[in-house]
């Protein structure tokens, strides 16, 4: 049983920083992709960013230059650094990641979801 657990959301001012992490655990034989969806109050979810098992990334037009996507392959996470937050930014975090747990088999894995909540 592979699970997602993330951490790190909360309240923020505007333009302030936060760290969401997302760790994975469980049978776990490889993960390829890494990622942060967001979704805010009374629309759908959207992909913010990812991160391929080479370190290449992928940001939302909205958060390149503010947002950071990162992982740590040896421990299964991922993080994200979101600094210079506005409120449009409020919403739920989801992490989700493609994992394999045998050499052949991969499916998509999804995190519960922290709230991320940019007022004054």
């Known amino acids: 049983q592979v699970q997602l657990v993330e951490s790190g959301g909360g309240l923020v001012q505007p333009g302030g920083s936060l760290r969401l992490s997302c760790a994975a655990s469980g049978s776990i034989f490889s993960i390829s992709l890494m990622a942060w969806y967001r979704q805010p109050p009374g629309k759908e979810r959207e992909l913010v960013a990812t991160?391929?098992?080479?370190?290449?990334?992928y940001y939302l037009d909205s958060v390149k230059g503010r947002f950071t996507i990162s992982r740590d392959s040896a421990n299964h996470t991922t993080y994200l650094q979101m600094n210079s937050l506005k409120p449009e930014d409020t919403a739920v975090y989801y992490c989700?990641?493609?994992?394999?747990?045998?050499?052949?088999?991969?499916?998509?894995?999804w995190g519960q979801g922290t709230q991320v909540t940019v007022s004054s």
């Open positions: 991160i391929a098992s080479g370190g290449s990334t």
């Open positions: 989700h990641a493609a994992i394999r747990t045998d050499p052949v088999y991969m499916r998509n894995y």
